[in-house]
């Protein structure tokens, strides 16, 4: 039910992973999986050497150094390793509060995907700090109707599904449909989307024991 809507940093490095020139997608099981691992580590090098270049010219916490930081803190959460895009992630958030502050969006959209990745991980009680702290700064810098604002307003309601919550997870999911409904139309796909959500939700409290 989690919106996979990564807030993705200014790309700095291309990221074309569509497989090279003599990639046999048909290769045999073992012999396909190898080029997928190839393919993978192909690009974090490219992060990695970026990130090296811009650390030695511009310093660790220029705001472009801190662009390929969150960057290969994506790159790490889409190929599952986890560890290493909280990482850059804790360190992309502190570079951007330290030089753009709390309240900018880069560092609100850090705070988001670290939020994300705590979900993930099962660290329920951190990736609700994470959206909380998100969703007051997207409330206060962006207004209450906007997608960022609402993604998180979603995405706390999946969390508190988590926590077997679902009177906190149907106000949140009631919040964002509202939000949704002004910012996106009542026929958007993600309005359907959400109230298709609540009424999955009232139907498992019809069925809760009294």
Excluded at 142 to 156: A, C
Aim: glycine content about 8%.
């Amino acid at each position: 039910m989690e919106i996979p809507r990564e807030r993705r940093m200014r790309e700095i490095v291309n990221n074309d992973t569509s497989p090279p020139v003599g990639f046999d997608s048909d290769a045999a099981p073992e012999a396909a999986s190898e080029q997928q691992s190839e393919l993978a580590e192909a690009p974090e090098k490219k992060y990695q050497r970026v990130l090296q270049e811009r650390e030695k010219a511009l310093g660790a916490d220029h705001t472009l150094t801190l662009d390929t930081v969150c960057s290969l803190g994506l790159f790490y959460t889409n190929h599952g390793k986890l560890a290493e895009a909280e990482k850059m992630y804790q360190r992309a958030m502190q570079g951007y509060e330290k030089m753009l502050g709390a309240d900018n969006t880069s560092t609100l959209n850090t705070v988001y995907n670290l939020g994300l990745l705590c979900m993930n991980q099962g660290n329920l009680g951190e990736a609700q700090r994470m959206f909380g702290r998100a969703l007051q700064g997207y409330e206060k810098v962006l207004g209450k109707y906007h997608t960022s604002t609402l993604d998180t307003v979603y995405n706390l309601g999946l969390l508190y599904l988590k926590q077997r919550s679902q009177f906190q997870a149907l106000g949140m999911y009631n919040r964002a449909l509202q939000g949704y409904e002004i910012a996106l139309g009542r026929d958007h796909a993600q309005c359907r989307r959400v109230r298709a959500v609540i009424e999955n939700i009232h139907h498992k409290i019809c069925l809760m024991p009294w």
